[in-house]
């Protein structure tokens, strides 16, 4: 059987977390292919409420696998933690595998994450403070530690004593911060091993025979295609790739695995951190909208700011990944709005602009171009069926899809797994 993947279509925080909950349940497994605890998957079923940060969303299914890719960097406290937490709700986390190819958030990965952003100054990139950059430079430069070594007790002290000795000259020598000791973090890093142990596999191999066996895999995205460190809003971006082509490379699967790549869009736009946002809202209805999503963020609690749906982005993020089709997400909290507006274009220095621009200063620069539809009274809140929303609201999904250049496979009118209207069953 092929792989499906899920891919934020946005800046992230599209309401991943409950699309894949809700398609794991026509799931074998669930993969989460990049990123890293920065990503907060928010999951509401009939077991609770469950805020993931590094564990797949499908883990409350009781007969699907969960795996955590080699293109995710761990923190193992946070995972560790995130666990226990699980099983104290009446989760199983006996099904989920770590990746031994997998990169390792250390410490003093932390610690330079917070020194290089209170460095950057007013120029901050607005990070989550959790590690992710310092580990995948690490990562690329070649000096980072896996999963696997922490199982290798024997090599583990050398490795860990050189890593925290060259980046105490970098905390002390560049950014006069407090140098690490080695000893604690050495037997921290043991400790992580023993826990995790009887959790790490080879997960690639892992994928390829499940897929093998006629599984149906779903790959689960992070973050979104907007901040995507080649194609995203650079140097506003993460440090992975949480476009497809990240799914390949995080999961060690070859393309022609990947039958459909789903594209999750909110029905309008947020952002957390900084970087360029051309339709984001200033006034008081952006800030009403805000309130009534509850728009802050699952990873660090930081209001996320709001804008109109940005079809422009939206049909760039679309070329990028391919997209066989849409999930729209909270139409709902447009309900009762006297009207609502889909950004079409760009103008910028007295032009228009054709496509969204990889110049950071040009899409700071770029107006957007709107269209305004009229809005709907009749709640589309907790509809399971297209003939049950208001038809302004139908021809604003109908419009998106115009624009997107892409059909719209399933709504999602609510936090809940029956809070959908399955256009699509998109897992075939």
């Known amino acids: 059987m092929p792989a499906y993947a899920v891919i934020g279509g946005q800046w992230g925080d599209e309401g991943k977390g409950k699309v894949i909950d809700y398609l794991a349940g026509r799931s074998d497994c669930v993969v989460r292919f990049a990123g890293g605890n920065n990503a907060g998957h928010t999951v509401v079923n009939e077991r609770g409420e469950f805020q993931l940060h590094l564990v797949p969303s499908g883990i409350c299914w009781p ?22 937490g699980l099983r104290q709700q009446g989760i199983d986390t006996e099904r989920l595998f770590i990746s031994d190819r997998a990169h390792v958030i250390m410490p003093y990965h932390i610690a330079l994450d917070a020194l290089q952003e209170q460095a950057r100054g007013e120029g901050a990139i607005g990070t989550t403070g959790q590690g992710i950059g310092p580990a995948y430079v690490d990562k690329a430069s070649r000096d980072g530690i896996r999963v696997g070594d922490l199982l290798d007790t024997r090599q583990l002290p050398d490795r860990v004593t050189a890593a925290v000795e ?40 892992l994928v390829q025979d499940l897929l093998a066996d006629g599984k149906r895999v779903l790959l689960e995205g992070a973050q979104g295609t907007l901040l995507d460190v080649d194609h995203g809003s650079y140097p506003y971006v993460t440090s992975s790739s ?21 594209g999750v869009f909110k029905a309008y736009s947020t952002r957390v951190g900084g970087g360029p946002m051309p339709t984001e809202m200033h006034d008081e209805a952006g800030k009403d909208l805000r309130e009534k999503a509850h728009e802050y963020g699952t990873t660090t609690g930081r209001p996320r700011r709001v804008g109109w749906f940005d079809a422009v982005a939206a049909r760039y993020s679309r070329q990028i990944n391919g997209f066989t089709g849409i999930v729209l997400t909270r139409l709902d909290i447009l309900d009762g709005m006297e009207s609502v507006k889909i950004c079409v274009g760009y103008r910028a220095d007295g032009q228009e602009v054709a496509r969204f621009p990889a110049n950071t200063g040009l899409l700071e620069r770029c107006e957007p171009i709107y269209e305004k539809m009229t809005g709907w009274d009749a709640p589309t809140a907790s509809a399971t069926r ?14 998106i899809e115009e624009l997107v250049g892409c059909e719209v496979q399933i709504i999602s009118t609510g936090p809940s797994r029956d809070e959908t209207i399955a256009i699509d069953p998109v897992i075939h």
């Open 386 to 399: 297209t003939d049950q929303l208001p038809a302004k609201a139908l021809a604003y999904v109908r419009r």
């Open 63 to 84: 007969d699907v696998t969960g795996v955590i890719g080699n293109g995710v960097v761990v923190n193992p406290e946070v995972l560790l933690g995130e666990m226990a």
């Open 242 to 262: 949480p476009s497809i082509g990240g799914a390949i490379t995080g999961l060690g699967i070859h393309p022609q695995a990947i039958k459909g790549v789903v």
């Open 166 to 205: 060259m980046k105490n000259r970098l905390i002390q020598g560049v950014f006069n911060g407090d140098p690490l000791e080695v000893e604690p973090v050495i037997d921290l890093c043991r400790q992580w091993g023993e826990q995790l142990r009887e959790f790490v596999r080879p997960t690639e191999q």
